[in-house]
């Protein structure tokens, strides 16, 4: 008997959908309005990782029509150095939107810097006030984080339904595992936080009819911990040994792939899965800012 395989949710192909839609609508923004969306990025420091997630940003601007403006700071730069330079894009009016590159050198102080941000340039969704408005129904905030948001788009474009649906998220970080879960609940989803203290952990996840697993442990999820018929939307993206690969390792999820998706009705690979959404979003989202500008 052949084995059933989950729908695959095809990030790259709906971040691409995406992206193609920000780029029309920023083209007749232009014709119509004869304004440029404006995206400002600030990096401190050198990190490898940091410094190609903003390059390849600045080429999704490029790509759809924003601008970008690029402001990298010295690993050393002081509190009052950073918060110049976001003061100053904060008043920029052609600065639409305003991206810190997290993580920051551990001797600043990431939440007094974020908090300079304006609520109405926040696209990346760190403002405390972007963060708390999100638990509240019918006040949506400005903006949400992209890579939860891109969790939602999945979501809601490949047709799956929220609303009363048993939602389990594995992780709690304010970056992904909280937002979400404030998301899925305004949706009407019933929504189940786990994290490092949650006890019966796998009978709990079992309970899902949608799983968001964005924990930072690689094949964590099993299939004994799937129900039948369950969403899976892996946020995960961890580095393991492989000597198969020339490389001698590989990527995956949080989610073991091979053992989940026979039993999952769909689920997001890795990579390909919610990777893409997390710029195509963020783009969306400076249209958005540029869009609620001339309000």
């Known amino acids: 008997m052949p084995v059933i395989m989950a729908q695959l949710i095809d990030g790259v ?18 014709r119509t309005l004869g304004i440029t969306p404006g995206l400002a990025t600030v990096l401190v420091g050198e990190d490898p990782a940091s410094a190609t997630y903003v390059r390849s940003k600045h080429k999704a601007c490029e790509e759809a029509g924003i601008a970008s403006f690029g402001h990298v700071l010295p690993k050393d730069a002081t509190q009052e150095q950073v918060a110049a330079v976001l003061t100053e894009l904060a008043a920029n009016p052609n600065v639409h939107g305003i991206l810190m590159q997290l993580p920051l050198p551990k001797h600043l102080n990431e939440d007094p810097l974020l908090a300079l941000i304006p ?3 926040d696209v990346d969704g760190f403002h ?9 129904k019918g006040k949506p905030p400005p903006f949400a984080a992209c890579t939860p948001a891109g969790c939602i788009e ?43 203290r949650t006890v019966n952990l796998a009978s709990v996840v079992r309970e899902a009819d949608i799983i968001i697993a964005a924990i930072g442990k690689p094949l964590f999820v099993t299939a004994d911990m799937v129900k039948p018929g369950a969403v899976v939307i892996d946020v995960g993206i961890n580095r393991i040994a492989d000597p198969s690969r020339k490389s001698g390792s590989r990527l995956v999820g949080d989610v073991d792939f091979d053992a989940v998706a026979p039993i999952a009705s769909a689920i997001t690979p890795v990579p390909g899965g ?6 195509a979003m963020l783009l969306k989202n400076t249209l958005k800012a540029a869009k609620q500008s001339q309000k």
């Not at 709906?14 to 232009?30: C, P, T, Y």
């Not at 405390?128 to 509240?136: R, Y």
């Open 274 to 279: 919610v990777g893409p959404m997390t710029i």
């Open 128 to 136: 405390p006030s972007n963060l708390g408005l999100l638990g509240v």
């Open 154 to 196: 999945l979501l809601e474009r490949t047709g799956v339904s929220i609303a009363g649906k048993r939602a389990v998220v594995l992780g709690r970080s304010t970056i992904v595992g909280l937002p979400v879960s404030l998301m899925l609940l305004t949706r009407d989803a019933t929504v189940t936080m786990c994290h490092s």
């Open 119 to 121: 609520q109405h340039k």
């Open 13 to 30: 192909t709906i971040a691409a959908q995406i992206r193609a839609e920000v780029k029309d609508q920023v083209a007749e923004m232009k």
